[in-house]
């Protein structure tokens, strides 16, 4: 059982656009969500974490949107540029385990 | 501050071998969880040490064992290789407090079975 599901599978964005991903739970005990990017060969690099208590968090371009009651969790990517294309996971966790979604894989062209 | 460091980076084994595979988390951190990563089935967690001890399993294979010594450094193992095994292992260090913190992941072994 997929503990977080993840979409879309793979995203397309011009140089510039925003991107969005989309992520949905079920355990309301996760009480951490973070975003890791991974490129080819390399692993998972953590990107930018909420927690439930907080409806939004930005860093830099990345924003994380949360919707506690929805439980559900996005990813906005703002003035997408060609070296963010890479793969982006969401996860989930209670205590020290992590539930990853499956990934989208992210193609920013120019 | 030095990253997680995972070794080796690359490693093809036959069927029916065992493997070990290293962890070094960042100083200070006393939490290693190991991942395995396929095409197919993503992140998949196998376990999590803490302070030397088994604190999370994940649904794999008695195959699949691993350890952590007093500087908080795991190996993990894979013994009776499958082909089904050949993935990209990737472990992942953080503080290990009870409510989960930021987890940093070394750049992964990539293990082929043929």
């Known amino acids: ?110 | 501050k030095a990253g997680v460091t995972q070794t080796p980076r690359y490693l093809i084994k036959t069927r029916g071998q065992q493997v070990t595979l290293s962890c070094s988390p960042i100083s200070g951190h006393r939490s290693v969880s190991w991942y395995q990563q396929t095409p197919g089935q993503g992140l998949q967690f196998l376990f999590e040490y803490f302070s030397e001890t088994q604190r999370n399993k994940g649904n794999f294979p008695g195959r699949f064992s691993g350890r952590q010594f007093s500087n908080s450094r795991s190996e993990m193992n894979v013994s009776t290789l499958e082909l089904g095994d050949s993935a990209l292992y990737l472990c992942a260090s953080s503080s290990g407090l009870l409510r989960a913190t930021e987890a940093f992941f070394g750049q992964g072994t990539r293990l082929t079975v043929v």
């Open chain 1, 1 to 110: 059982q997929q503990q977080v599901k993840q979409s879309p599978q793979s995203l397309i964005v011009q140089k510039g656009g925003i991107s969005i991903i989309n992520c949905a739970y079920e355990n309301t005990a996760f009480d951490y969500f973070p975003w890791y990017q991974q490129f080819p060969g390399k692993g998972p690099a953590l990107l930018i974490a909420i927690r439930p208590d907080v409806s939004e968090k930005k860093e830099g371009r990345f924003t994380i949107s949360f919707n506690k009651s929805a439980k559900q969790f996005s990813l906005h990517i703002m003035d997408s540029q060609p070296g963010d294309s890479a793969t982006y996971f969401c996860a989930a966790s209670t205590g020290n385990q992590f539930y990853f979604g499956t990934g989208t894989s992210l193609t920013v062209i120019p």
